[in-house]
T-cell receptor, first 116, second 111 residues
Framework: GAGVSQSPSNKVTEKGKDVELRCDPI?????LYWYRQSLGQGLEFLIYFQGNSAPDKSGLPSDRFSAERTGGSVSTLTIQRTQQEDSAVYLC??????????????FGPGTRLTVT | TQLLEQSPQFLSIQEGENLTVYCNSS?????LQWYRQEPGEGPVLLVTVVTGGEVKKLKRLTFQFGDARKDSSLHITAAQPGDTGLYLCAVFVQGAQKLVFGQGTRLTINP
């Protein structure tokens, strides 16, 4: 079946512009995660959705970042007034939730964001 | 301070050689996962280890969870160019509902 898809695959934007990144999880997966991967910071967690709800937004790097999920499916990560330090690969993952205490997350290919 | 410390960060070896990469922590975990990531793709789960001392094999890859469940190793026998990639260990922090990753080992197998 179809895996996690993300769009766009690449985005180049000018500093100060807003960007919207999209994630389509695997059908039926109730949990959705956003991560950011950069050379200096490795792979870091941003936010988690269970259904449409994000219980904890403290992983978002600043108040310029926001995320939403609608219909328990598609999620968008929005970055306002982009800065050069926002340049990274943004990865989305989805999961059915724990099975026997083990959480298996399936990752999309990521969106490579470059802020010039 | 990183929760998971991976070593080495970079490794370049010849096809046919053996190698081991390590994932260490001072914390105890209920389980630990290994992922492989290739350029332009997201990480793909290779294995989850759960029991202290557990050994799991995936073809030429052998994964071990330390007896105290604080560390893990990945051993590759007779490495192939197709093994090239970024290897990441990760643990799931249940309270925060997130995976925490090590910095990764970037492995290059030269033909």
């Amino acid at each position: 079946g179809a895996g996690v898809s993300q769009s766009p695959s690449n985005k180049v934007t000018e500093k100060g512009k807003d960007v919207e990144l999209r994630c389509d999880p695997i059908s039926g997966h109730t949990a959705l995660y956003w991560y950011r991967q950069s050379l200096g910071q490795g792979l870091e967690f941003l936010i988690y959705f269970q259904g449409n709800s994000a219980p904890d937004k403290s992983g978002l790097p600043s108040d310029r970042f926001s995320a939403e999920r609608t219909g328990g499916s598609v999620s968008t990560l929005t970055i306002q007034r982009t800065q050069q330090e926002d340049s990274a690969v943004y990865l989305c993952a989805s999961s059915t939730g724990p099975s026997g205490g083990i959480y298996e997350q399936y990752f999309g290919p990521g969106t490579r964001l470059t802020v010039t | 301070t990183q929760l998971l410390e991976q070593s080495p960060q970079f490794l370049s070896i010849q096809e046919g050689e053996n190698l081991t990469v390590y994932c260490n922590s001072s914390s105890v975990f209920s389980s630990l996962q290994w992922y492989r990531q290739e350029p332009g793709e997201g990480p793909v789960l290779l294995v989850t280890v759960v029991t202290g001392g557990e050994v799991k094999k995936l073809k030429r890859l052998t994964f071990q969870f330390g007896d105290a469940r604080k560390d893990s190793s990945l051993h590759i026998t007779a490495a192939q160019p197709g093994d090239t990639g970024l290897y990441l260990c990760a643990v799931f922090v249940q309270g925060a509902q997130k995976l925490v990753f090590g910095q990764g080992t970037r492995l290059t197998i030269n033909p």
